[in-house]
C-alpha cells in the first residue's frame, strides 16, 4: 500500500510559477510510474503529465508542454511537478497518482491516488 501526499499548491498571479511535490509513504515509489492529474470545478479530472519508474521517459498534455514539467527523486519518495508561465485555466486540484503498470494518460490506469492540493491562478 502506497500513501501519497500532495502539498506546495497555493495562489499565483499569472504569469507566475509554482512547484506542488508529491511525497509517498509506505512503500519506496521507486518501482511505481507517476502522474499527475488535475480537477478543475465541474469538470472531469484531465491528465497532465506522466514520468517512468526510473525517470528516464515523461511526457506532458499538449497544454502542458514547455509550461508543465513532472520530475522524480526516488532517493526522496517524492515527485514535483514545476509549473511555469501559469494561467488562470491551470487553476485546479491537483493530484498525484502511482501505477504499477506504464504511466498512461487515463485514471483509470493508477492504483493509488493523493488527496489533491489546490492551485489558483488569479488574472
Known amino acids: 500500500q502506497v500513501q501519497l501526499v500532495e502539498s506546495g499548491g497555493g495562489l499565483v498571479q499569472a504569469g507566475g510559477s509554482l512547484r506542488v511535490s508529491c511525497t509517498a509513504s509506505g512503500r519506496t515509489l521507486s518501482t511505481y510510474s507517476m502522474a499527475w492529474f488535475r480537477q478543475a470545478p465541474g469538470k472531469e479530472r484531465e491528465f497532465v503529465a506522466a514520468?517512468?519508474?526510473?525517470?528516464?521517459?515523461?511526457y506532458s498534455e499538449d497544454s502542458a508542454k514547455g509550461r508543465l514539467t513532472i520530475s522524480r527523486d526516488n532517493a526522496k519518495n517524492t515527485v514535483y511537478l514545476q509549473m511555469n508561465s501559469l494561467k488562470p485555466e491551470d487553476t485546479a486540484v491537483y493530484y498525484c497518482?502511482?501505477?504499477?503498470?506504464?504511466?498512461?494518460?487515463?485514471?483509470?490506469?493508477?492504483?493509488?491516488w493523493g488527496q489533491g492540493t489546490q492551485v489558483t491562478v488569479s488574472s
Open positions: 497518482a502511482a501505477s504499477t503498470r506504464w504511466a498512461s494518460r487515463q485514471t483509470t490506469g493508477y492504483d493509488y
Open positions: 514520468i517512468s519508474w526510473s525517470g528516464s521517459i515523461a
